[in-house]
C-alpha cells in the first residue's frame, strides 16, 4: 500500500516521502480500516512518540497522520462494537503507525461511527481539533455559562472549534492571533478579537480560562489575566507562568468515543463548523505539507476516492 513515511527527524516534513509498505495487521481488539481522509499536525514530528514505541524502540520508517475517516475492513481477534463495512473516524494511537496512508491498524475503541451524512473530508477535520477542544474546555477548564474565556490561535484548527463550542455554551470569548485572523475568528463566533503583534493583550481585563494554543511570552502575559479560581489551560507543553491564584493545567488529547459523537453531532445539525484549509491527495502530500503559502485550517489528505 502507499504510505507517507518520515525516517529523519531533523529533516521535518521535508524529510517526507511517498512509499511503498506492507498493508498493516490487526492486532486484539483492532480494526483495519481503509483510510478516505486523514489529517496531520506538523509538531507531530517533534513528538518522541512518532520515532519510537511505547518502551523507546525505534519504529521507522513512520507513518505519521493521527485522524482519519474511512471504512472498516476487517476486525482483530475479540474486536467487538464495529463491523466490517461500517464508516468511521478517531484519533490513532501516537505510538503506532498513522493514517497518512492507504490503510491503517487500530483499536476499535479510537473510532467512532461516522454519520452518513457527515463526508469523510470533514470527519477527519474533527477528531484532533474537536477532542482537545471539548476536553480542554469541559474537563480541565470546567467551563461554566456566563464565563469569559480568551482562545489564543483562534482561527486555527483548534481554537476555531473551542471558540465555537465555548459560544455554545454561553461563554463569553476573546480570539487572539495575527491581524489577518481577526475576520475568521469573529465569524467562527468570537465576540471579541485581539490581534496579538498591534493590540495590548492587557487590555481586555481579566478571564475565567485561558486556552492557549500558542505558549511562550503570550502565556506568561496571560497567566497574568486569569481571574481568582480561573483556569490555564495548555495544549503547547509544560505551563511555563502560572496564575496567581488559579490553577494551570498542559494536557495531551485521549481518545473518546462519546466525545466524537458529540462532536460529529454538532456538524450534522449546524452548530459547529468544520475548518479546512486545504484538500489534496496522498500522491500530492508531502508537496502540501511543505507549502509555503499561508492557510489557516486543515490540511486533510484524501486517499480512497
Ligand atoms: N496537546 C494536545 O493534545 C494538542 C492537540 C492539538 C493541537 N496541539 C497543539 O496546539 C497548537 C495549535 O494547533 P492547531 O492545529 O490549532 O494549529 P493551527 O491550525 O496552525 O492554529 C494555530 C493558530 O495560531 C496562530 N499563531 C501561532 N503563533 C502565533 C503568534 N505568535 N501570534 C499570533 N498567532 C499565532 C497561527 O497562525 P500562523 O499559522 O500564521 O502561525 C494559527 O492561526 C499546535 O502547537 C499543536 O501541536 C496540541
Redesign the pocket.
Known sequence: MKAIIATDEAAGTAGMTLAERPQPQAAINDVIVEVHASGF????LTWPSTWTDRVGRKRMPSIPGHELAGVVTALGYGTTGLSVGQRVFGLADWYRDGTLTEYVAIEARNLSPLPGDVDFTAGASLP??G??AWQGLFQHGRLQAGQSVLV?????????IVTQLAREFGAYVIG???A??RQKSLEFGANEFVD??NDTLEEIGSVDLVFD????E?QKRSAGLVRAGGTLV????PVEARPADGLAI????ESDRAQLGEIVQRVRDGRLRT?I?NISTLDNAVAAFNSTE?????TIIRTHA
Open positions: 499536525v506538523p509538531t507531530e484532533i481539533s477532542l482537545t489564543h490561535g483562534a482561527a486555527g484548527a483548534v481554537g476555531s487572539t492571533g495575527r489577518a485572523d496579538l503583534a494554543m500558542i505558549g511562550g503570550i495548555s495544549v503547547v507543553g498542559d494536557f495531551v488529547v475548518n484549509g499561508r492557510r489557516t485550517g486543515k
